[in-house]
């Protein structure tokens, strides 16, 4: 389950139209929570996207709470026989480190 719906989620079919896909697990979360996926997601891609005036607090909690899921998902991975042991470890030492700078 995925949970979100980010920019790589719509393609164009022969005709060139849009099309959403990878859906399943979808959800609607707050503004905040999509900004906060986005930044971590984009990087510096993201400031096209940026707008004004999102609650600070959510996105603080947001932040903290998406790095520690993107920290315990590859663990829970590396619990298994994952193929790409080491860039999977990579992932959650990332996120951990980002977590723990936000304290």
Partial sequence: MHGELG???????????????????????????????????????????????????????????QRLSLTAGPLRLLDGPFPDREFMAGIAEHNLNEALALA
């Fill in 7 to 65: 920019p790589d989620h719509v393609q164009v079919d022969a005709a060139g139209r849009p099309v959403v896909i990878d859906i399943e697990g979808l959800m609607y979360l707050d503004v905040e929570w999509e900004h906060v996926f986005l930044r971590i997601r984009l990087h510096d891609a993201y400031e096209p996207l940026a707008v004004a005036d999102l609650d600070e607090d959510r996105l603080a909690l947001y932040m903290l709470a």
